[in-house]
Structure formats: structure tokens, C-alpha cells
Nanobody, 116 residues
Framework: QEQLEESGGDLVQPGGSLRLSCTAS????????MGWYRQAPGKERELVAA???????SYADSVKGRFTASKDNDKNTVYLQMNNLKPEDTAVYYC??????????WGQGTQVTVSS
């Protein structure tokens, strides 16, 4: 059973930055695609960034130009660098992998709150 653990969520002011991390229990990110998702209260879960096993990333329009996904295969970790954060970015952020969407394995989530 693959295990994923997110970290890095925090309270940040608008315009600020955060880097989320997602660490897997195996080297699954080097051989499978993954996704960063978020879910805000009362809203549906949305895909924020999709990363191929080769490391190519695509982004939701709402975060394009502000968020960047990257990965370190040696550390079994994928990152989400989030810049110029806005209040509407407030959500619980999840990483997921395993097969194709909807992914089989999910982390527990990390809270990102953007507020002054």
C-alpha cells in the first residue's frame, strides 16, 4: 500500500508564497503520474497541477503562472511552489498518484489559508 504525506501548508498573507511537499513511501513518482488537488469548503475538489512521471507539468488556468510543480526522484518527493497567493487559493491541498485519474493513492491533505 503506497503512502503519501503532504506538508508545508500554513497561514500566509495575500501575495505570499508557500512550498508544499508530497513524499511517497516508494519511488512511485519516478514511474507514475501524479496530481496536486485542492478542495475549498463547500466546493468540489479540483485538479491544480498534473505531473507526468517524466516531470512535465500542466496547470489549472486559475494557478497558471503562479504555481510550479517539480519533483526530486531521489527523495520520492514532489513539490508545489505557490507564489502570489490569493484568498481564493485557500483550501486543503492533496497529492495523489497510482494509475490514472482518479488516482488510487491519496495523502491526508495539508491546509493552506491565505488571509490578511
Amino acid at each position: 500500500q503506497e503512502q503519501l504525506e503532504e506538508s508545508g501548508g500554513d497561514l500566509v498573507q495575500p501575495g505570499g508564497s508557500l512550498r508544499l511537499s508530497c513524499t511517497a513511501s516508494t519511488n512511485i513518482f519516478s514511474r507514475a503520474p501524479m496530481g496536486w488537488y485542492r478542495q475549498a469548503p463547500g466546493k468540489e475538489r479540483e485538479l491544480v497541477a498534473a505531473v507526468t512521471f517524466g516531470g512535465s507539468a500542466s496547470y489549472a488556468d486559475s494557478v497558471k503562472g503562479r504555481f510550479t510543480a517539480s519533483k526530486d526522484n531521489d527523495k520520492n518527493t514532489v513539490y508545489l511552489q505557490m507564489n502570489n497567493l490569493k484568498p481564493e487559493d485557500t483550501a486543503v491541498y492533496y497529492c495523489a498518484t497510482g494509475g490514472l485519474p482518479p488516482f488510487r493513492y491519496w495523502g491526508q491533505g495539508t491546509q493552506v489559508t491565505v488571509s490578511s
